[in-house]
C-alpha cells in the first residue's frame, strides 16, 4: 500500500523557535497533501490543503504566516511552524492522496510537538 | 454544508464480539464517499474502508464491513469478532466534492479480554 513518511516523529523546542515538519511520499506521487493538527482526545482539524508547485490553501483561522506550508515535489510537503509557543503544540499529521483508487488519503505517523 | 456525527465517544466490548461503531451524516450532494480510519495510541491514521455514494454494495474489507444505509444517510462500522488489537479511536469521515474529507469526532472502542 501507499506509505507516508513523516519527520520527526517527535520535537521539543524553546518558544520562539522555527520547527520543520517534512511529509514524504514514499510510493507514489502526492497530487495532493493535507496537514492537520489533532488536539488531545480531539478528532483530526484540517489546517490546509497543498498541492505540488502551488500555494497551499489555509482553512478559515489558520495563520498562513505563522505556519508555513511548502509543496515543492510530488513527494515532499513541509510544514514550517514560526516562532513557536506553547499554545502551538500538538500533534501534527499530514496526508497525501495520489489519485489512485479510491482517491483515499494515506497518513504520516504524525509529529508531537512540544513549545517549552 | 456538510456535517458528520459519530455519537458513541466511548465503548467498551468484550473480545471475539461483534461490534457496531455508529456514523451519520448530512449532505445534499448526490456524489461523496465515506471512509473510516483506525487511530491507535501510537497515533498514526490507518485506513480501514470506504464507501461511495454510487455504491450498490456494502463495502467490506476482511472482519471490517460498512452498514451503509443511504436513505437514512448513515455509514455505520461493523467489525466482527473483535480483537484486543481492535482497541483504537475510530474515525469516520465524510469526503465532499473538493476531496477533503470532513471528520467525525471519533469513538474510542476498548475490547476487553
Known amino acids: 500500500g501507499a506509505v507516508v513518511s513523516q519527520h520527526p516523529s517527535r520535537v521539543i523546542c524553546k518558544s520562539g523557535t522555527s520547527v520543520k515538519i517534512e511529509c514524504r511520499s514514499l510510493?507514489?506521487?502526492?497530487?495532493?497533501m493535507f496537514w492537520y493538527r489533532q488536539f488531545p482526545k480531539k478528532s483530526l482539524m484540517l489546517m490546509a490543503t497543498?498541492?505540488?508547485?502551488?500555494?497551499?490553501?489555509?482553512e478559515q483561522g489558520v495563520e498562513k504566516d505563522k505556519f508555513l506550508i511548502n509543496h515543492a515535489s510530488l513527494t515532499l510537503s513541509t510544514l514550517t511552524v514560526t516562532s513557536a509557543h506553547p499554545e502551538d503544540s500538538s500533534f501534527y499529521i499530514c496526508?497525501?492522496?495520489?489519485?489512485?483508487?479510491?482517491?483515499?488519503?494515506?497518513f504520516g505517523p504524525g509529529t508531537r510537538l512540544t513549545v517549552l | 454544508a456538510q456535517k458528520i456525527t459519530q455519537t458513541q465517544p466511548g465503548m467498551f466490548v468484550q473480545e471475539k464480539e461483534a461490534v457496531t461503531l455508529d456514523c451519520t451524516y448530512d449532505t445534499s450532494d448526490p456524489s461523496y464517499g465515506l471512509f473510516w480510519y483506525k487511530q491507535p495510541s501510537s497515533g498514526e491514521m490507518i485506513f480501514l474502508i470506504y464507501q461511495g455514494s454510487y455504491d450498490q454494495q456494502n463495502a467490506t474489507e476482511g472482519r471490517y464491513s460498512l452498514n451503509f444505509q443511504k436513505a437514512r444517510k448513515s455509514a455505520n462500522l461493523v467489525i466482527s469478532a473483535s480483537q484486543l488489537g481492535d482497541s483504537a479511536m475510530y474515525f469516520c469521515?465524510?469526503?465532499?466534492?473538493?476531496?477533503?474529507?470532513?471528520w467525525g469526532a471519533g469513538t474510542k472502542l476498548i475490547i476487553k479480554p
Open positions: 497543498s498541492n505540488e508547485g502551488s500555494k497551499a490553501t489555509y
Open positions: 469521515a465524510f469526503r465532499d466534492s473538493n476531496y477533503q474529507l470532513i
Open positions: 510510493d507514489f506521487q502526492a497530487t495532493t
Open positions: 496526508s497525501a492522496t495520489g489519485g489512485q483508487g479510491h482517491n483515499e488519503q494515506f
